[in-house]
């Protein structure tokens, strides 16, 4: 495994780390999501994502699980606030009301006394980001937060919360959390400017694509029974890539990831590891062995002509357009 500075802040993550979106405690069972877990650590993952409003909290439990016994300060533990978490209209949101109630059942669930990293989920149109920011600021000096960061912001809304700020003496943002692949490049006209500019890093999440860019799914084929396109939370991101000219396309990739000797898997995380704002690329699994595959691109570098040929394999089929990352408005 290798690591890389988290933005340009002082912590280092693994490049590749573990994350349970959809898996743990909705898609697979605990034992097998505590086998995931074990394999990402005996491969040398050290940075774990969740949120808590992943299988409606139940994952962070999962995870807290399946982590304990490690040493605390030998992870990175990362989670999200913003969506709903129960049925109240504070529920939900960036209030200081719902970040405050959110980071104690996160961090009772995890079973930590503080994440490493706390992010807002998305951008909350109904609540003053002075007043987001200045309760992440509170939770970092309390010291339940050690960094700050963000998840599927448009570039404007980082630039604005950056402003804040360093105009109230905030803690700056460190990282924004979005979508990236080969097939999702909306992020790198807008945002990854921004971001190398102002030292945020990408954790990026889908790197495969939901799994499409694997090749496991066939044009003109019905998914395969138990992947993601089958799962309910799943199938609804997944479906904008499962047509036949994208299924087409990503099987035209098979020769490039063999003449490099890798799975695709491994070609699509090692691709999105090749843009230098991105601190590291989520993996996530539902067994083991697929998280030993992934973490297989941890380190591969991949030249000019390769990056070249895949782009023109893809061609108008990638999707770049800026507008298409979007917080709901108003809140759910």
């Not at 074990?38 to 993952?45: F, P, R, W, Y």
């Not at 604005?160 to 979508?179: C, H, K, T, Y």
């Amino acid at each position: 495994m290798e690591f890389r500075h988290l933005g340009r802040s002082g912590l280092k993550v693994s490049e590749i780390s573990y994350g349970n979106w959809i898996t743990h405690g909705s898609q697979v069972e605990e034992d097998a999501a505590k086998a995931c877990v074990a394999a990402a650590l005996d491969e040398g993952i050290t940075t774990f994502d969740t949120a808590d409003v992943y299988a409606g909290t139940r994952a962070e439990d999962v995870l807290g699980r399946a982590l304990e016994g490690q040493r605390r300060d030998s992870l990175e533990i990362f989670t999200k606030v913003y969506w709903p978490t129960g049925p109240g209209v504070n529920n939900r949101g960036l209030s200081r009301k719902h970040i405050t109630e959110s980071i104690h059942g996160s961090l009772r669930r995890l079973r930590t006394d503080y994440v490493d990293l706390y992010q807002a989920h998305r951008f909350d149109y109904e609540t003053p980001l002075e007043e987001t920011l200045k309760t992440f600021d509170d939770l970092v000096r309390q010291g339940k937060v050690l960094y700050v960061g963000v998840s599927e912001w448009k570039a404007s809304q980082i630039a604005e919360a950056l402003r804040i700020a360093d105009q109230m003496g905030f803690d700056r943002l460190v990282s924004n959390q979005p979508q990236y692949s080969m097939l999702w490049r909306v992020i790198e006209g807008e945002i990854v400017p921004l971001c190398e500019k102002e030292g945020v890093g990408q954790i990026v999440w889908s790197p495969i694509a939901q799994g499409v860019l694997t090749g496991k799914y066939l044009p003109g084929q019905a998914p395969p029974e138990g992947s993601r396109a089958t799962d309910e939370t799943g199938a609804t991101m997944i479906n904008r890539f499962l047509r036949d000219d994208v299924l087409s396309a990503v099987q035209d990739l098979k020769p490039v990831a063999s003449d490099l000797g890798l799975s695709m898997a491994q070609l699509a995380v090692a691709w999105v590891l090749q843009n230098p704002n991105v601190s590291s690329a989520i993996i996530g699994a539902s067994k083991p062995e697929q998280v030993r595959d992934n973490v297989k691109a941890a380190g591969v570098k991949l030249d000019a002509d390769v990056m070249a040929r895949i782009d023109e394999t893809l061609g108008s089929l990638i999707e770049r357009d800026p507008s298409r990352t979007e917080s709901p408005n108003p809140r759910p």
